[in-house]
């Protein structure tokens, strides 16, 4: 929209937006009406570029129907544009409501039936793709809430190393990491406690530190959360999201105030996030997980769908009203549950196929509320601590304990020590993919006999390293201290190619393959050997780490720290049209120092005998001397 034009707004102080925004307020009772009048206010900018907006727009049928269009280039969706329709029509209600001359009513109202009649092919449009999602869900299935909940288990390892070093150990932690810890704490609320971004982006200070703990959880109220105007967002922390939430309230909020904002969740710059969807959207990217239509909207109906099938009438009634729902709540009984009675759904919530690794529903006998025998999971987990070697407890171990005689706690412990199984055997291949037979042997080597994860299980798992986990990945850093990479040959060309390096072994798309390795200088240090040389840059690396442009240098062999060994890096071809692996710049930590790295990484799976190659970068700034701005390391 910023690039067509469309983005601009007038004026907010501009009479016509003031009145309107006060109808909608006064007459209306749309009290969060911010995002309509900024509808309007883009739509007469658009007509009217200068100048105080009027209503000679309405001559303009052409600049309508090319705003409309412009709307659907700009990749809106016919449900957002159906929206700015709605949003107009009701501007031009309001104008006509005010107005004394019937001719200018009458040019109002032939106006509202030209934006009418142009809404028609938007309504069928939108209608033709709701049903095309709905019988797509049909035929494919729509996520689940174990689905949705994927980026919560695939970043947690993450996040809790941020965690620990950030409110454990004190260590500073990098702006990025900051960013994603919030990241992390918005889609808990989102994904974990089923609340809509709004809550996410309205909740503020004051209501964080008057949250009170109630029944062994942490009860926070929302005001003003912008999703009904009735409702009282609740959501009952446990005591461990809780430590979460307190450590970005003391080690991170803090760095990112400016002025006055009272939210909680603050953007780098120190205003209120703008979209926790968005923010959601960035995790998933983050963690290299496809999006899949995983919103907070998704994983609410996916939830609904197995509470309509499992609950209780006053279950489901509890439910809507933590989740903020209209229609089981305030256009029935209204009533609003006491602190208890939302800690007790949140519990109930709990239940819930999806924050364990199984997908199944709770069959009739592990009913939710079935197992309660005044002691909860957290009680059974202190008593029988779970680990990856030690058997489950038997029938006669529970009872004498004081915990119930059926299966479910017993399940569930089993479930989570079948989880930290699965990510101890991952823990042994962060850099490269392995085979089946490989984890094969380590589980014969573990001794596991039963609660045993499948070795087809962990491959399906498997994920390329994120950046943190690659820097402290001891393969890589033994790798790159002896220069001894597996899988790789140099191999000679004819022709004036010469040599290259190519794979002895298969490599699957994220692996690390090698580095490129050299001594580490500056810019300066760089460019002043490529003068020395006629300008020809050789086997050299520039690239920017932190604002900082160094250099590798691979053209000083053998080096000294490798003496008379070949270093695959520097023998890397170059291909732009047909590159398979990338760079990557990382911090080591090698010998007693943090050195700065830099990675090759598969963009793709590697066959055996294929030569690698990786994109030099003369058109976008790179390698070797062609250009010098290597800012594209910083993602």
Known sequence: MQAGGMYEKCPPESKLLV???????????????????????????????????????????????????????????AATILNYMKNIIRFLQYVKGSVDMNEDGIKIQKYIDFLKTM??????????????????GIVDGMPTVHDCNLVLRSGKKRFLDIYNRMAISKIVVSPTEKTWYRYYCEAVMMLRHFQRPAAVEGMTVREW???????????????????????????????????????YYECIRPEFVRGECDCFFLSARGTQITSGSSDLLRLHESCGIDHGGCTSGQVRRAADTLVATSFTETQKQNVAAYM????????????????????????????LPGFT??????AQTDSPGSCMSGKEFSDFQQTF???????????????????????????????????????????????????????????SEEGWTSNCPKAQDILDMWTPALKYAIESDQNILNSCSLQKW???????????????????????????????HGKVITKAEGEMMMKDQGDQAGYLFFFNAGGEALCIDAQTWPCPCHNGVETFGRKINHSSKHPNIKPLCVVLRLGDEDVHT?????????????????NYGVNRTSFRGEALHLDWLDE
């Open 19 to 77: 009145g309107f925004k006060n109808h909608l307020i006064g007459a209306l009772q749309i009290q969060n009406c911010q995002q309509e009048v900024d509808n309007v206010s883009r739509f007469l900018r658009y007509m009217q570029p200068e100048g105080e907006p009027n209503l000679e727009f309405m001559t303009k049928t052409t600049e309508t129907m090319d705003y409309m269009s412009a709307l659907s280039n700009s990749g809106l969706s």
């Open 357 to 362: 690794p199984e997908r199944r529903l709770p």
């Open 324 to 351: 903020c729902r209209s229609d089981l709540v305030a256009d029935t009984h209204y009533r609003m549950p006491g602190p208890s009675a939302i800690v007790a759904t949140a519990v109930l919530l709990d239940t």
């Open 119 to 136: 809404r028609k092919p938007v309504a069928r449009k939108h209608s033709g793709n709701a049903c095309s999602t709905r019988c797509d």
């Open 598 to 614: 830099i990675l090759f990484k598969a963009t793709r799976d590697i066959k055996v005998d294929t030569e690698l190659k990786f």
């Open 486 to 516: 597996k899988g790789l040959a140099i191999k000679s060309f004819d022709g004036q190619k010469g040599e290259g390096v190519v794979a002895t072994t298969h490599f699957t798309e994220g692996d690390i393959v090698c580095d490129y």
């Open 209 to 247: 530190v008057n949250r009170k703990l109630t029944d062994g959880r942490y009860l926070i109220g929302l005001k003003n959360h912008k999703t009904g105007a009735t409702h009282v967002a609740t959501i009952a922390l446990t005591l461990e999201e809780e430590a979460w939430y307190q450590g």
């Open 385 to 443: 601590p779970v680990s990856r070697d030690c058997q489950p407890p038997t029938k006669k171990q529970r009872v004498e304990a004081g915990f119930p005689e059926n299966r479910v706690y017993y399940d569930r412990w089993r479930k989570r020590q079948y989880a930290d199984r699965q990510e101890h055997l991952l823990s042994y291949f962060t850099y490269r993919k392995p085979s089946g037979g490989k984890i094969e042997r380590l589980i």
